[in-house]
């Protein structure tokens, strides 16, 4: 394969936009896909200086017309999409169970898992006509495991978007095994990124929150960044239906 194809979601900050300046770094060509038009031209002007044919694509994942348009607009451009990192997500509205409403559902899971759903539907439609590609879900430590940490930060609706990405990774990993695609994904622990700081509130609760994590720190953008790289290789040729964690051992505690 000469250079490949990346599309990002949720492109523009933090994990998604570490994520495109590791593949632009490598040479790929990428496409950030986000929500605000004039952070995403800039962004895709930074990556062509680090040598990427890199362009920006308006797309909210909650809107199939935009989504489909953003698969369509990667395939005009470079002519075909060789890895997709559904990335766009969102925090939603914490609270317990009890103040929970068909709205905050909404708020959640709209970007969260119809978000992926979609996306997933116009990438894989493209990736069987070139019998390859790699798709990997960005969910969370919480998709699975650290409970304690989910009902100390009332996160439980956050905790079920991300349980649905998991359950879709396999189950379309599996549908489409055979056809030459792989479907991962990668569930981050606690990240130095905004979606953090505006979960835990104060930095003083985040300090309260490394002490969860084994390792005692932060995630970092480029440490997912780089886990992302190696599931999109060659190297990880025989990996689908994984969940990959990159926590600091906090699924593992
Ligand atoms: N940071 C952590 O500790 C952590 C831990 C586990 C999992 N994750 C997951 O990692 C992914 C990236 O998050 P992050 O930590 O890098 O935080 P972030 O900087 O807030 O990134 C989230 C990105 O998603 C975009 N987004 C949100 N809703 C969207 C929508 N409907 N359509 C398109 N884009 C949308 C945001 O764009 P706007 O600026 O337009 O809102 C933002 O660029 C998310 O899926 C998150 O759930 C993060």
Same mark, same amino acid.
């Given at each position: 394969?000469?250079? %490949?194809?990346?599309?990002?979601?949720?492109?523009?900050?933090?994990?998604?936009?570490?994520?495109?300046?590791? #593949?632009?770094?490598?040479?790929?060509?990428?496409?950030?896909?986000?929500?605000?038009?004039?952070?995403?031209?800039?962004?895709?002007?930074?990556?062509?200086?680090?040598?990427?044919?890199?362009?920006? =694509?308006?797309?909210? =994942?909650?809107?199939?017309?935009?989504?489909?348009?953003?698969?369509?607009?990667?395939?005009?451009? #470079?002519?075909? *999409?060789?890895?997709?990192?559904?990335?766009?997500?969102?925090?939603?509205?914490?609270?317990?169970?009890?103040?929970?409403?068909?709205?905050?559902?909404?708020?959640? #899971?709209?970007?969260?898992? *119809?978000?992926?759903?979609?996306?997933?539907?116009?990438?894989?439609?493209?990736?069987?006509?070139?019998?390859?590609?790699?798709?990997?879900?960005?969910?969370?430590?919480?998709?699975?495991?650290?409970?304690?940490?989910?009902?100390?930060?009332?996160?439980?609706?956050?905790?079920?978007?991300?349980?649905?990405?998991?359950?879709?990774?396999?189950? =379309?990993?599996?549908?489409?095994?055979?056809?030459?695609?792989?479907?991962?994904?990668?569930?981050?622990? %606690?990240?130095?990124?905004?979606? *953090?700081?505006?979960?835990?509130?104060?930095?003083?609760?985040?300090?309260?929150?490394?002490?969860?994590? %084994?390792?005692?720190?932060?995630?970092?953008?480029?440490?997912?960044?780089?886990?992302?790289? #190696?599931?999109?290789?060659?190297?990880?040729?025989?990996?689908?239906?994984?969940?990959?964690?990159?926590?600091?051992?906090?699924?593992?505690?």
């Amino acid at each position: 394969m000469g250079k %490949p194809v990346i599309l990002i979601t949720g492109g523009l900050t933090g994990i998604g936009r570490a994520t495109a300046v590791a #593949f632009a770094e490598k040479g790929a060509k990428v496409v950030v896909a986000g929500r605000r038009d004039e952070v995403g031209k800039t962004l895709a002007e930074e990556l062509r200086v680090l040598g990427s044919e890199a362009e920006f =694509v308006h797309a909210d =994942v909650r809107n199939e017309d935009e989504v489909r348009a953003m698969v369509e607009e990667t395939v005009a451009r #470079f002519g075909r *999409l060789d890895v997709a990192v559904n990335n766009a997500g969102t925090e939603g509205v914490p609270g317990p169970i009890t103040d929970q409403t068909a709205q905050t559902y909404h708020d959640t #899971f709209d970007t969260n898992v *119809l978000g992926v759903v979609l996306s997933m539907k116009y990438e894989v439609r493209v990736m069987k006509e070139q019998a390859s590609g790699v798709i990997i879900n960005i969910s969370s430590t919480v998709g699975h495991a650290a409970f304690g940490l989910v009902a100390a930060t009332q996160g439980t609706m956050y905790a079920g978007s991300k349980h649905a990405v998991e359950g879709l990774t396999k189950s =379309v990993a599996l549908e489409v095994a055979s056809s030459g695609i792989r479907v991962n994904a990668v569930a981050p622990g %606690p990240i130095d990124t905004g979606m *953090l700081l505006r979960t835990a509130g104060a930095p003083d609760k985040v300090e309260g929150l490394m002490k969860v994590i %084994p390792q005692g720190r932060l995630g970092r953008t480029k440490e997912l960044a780089a886990a992302i790289v #190696f599931l999109a290789s060659e190297d990880a040729a025989f990996i689908t239906g994984h969940v990959l964690d990159v926590d600091g051992g906090l699924a593992a505690s």
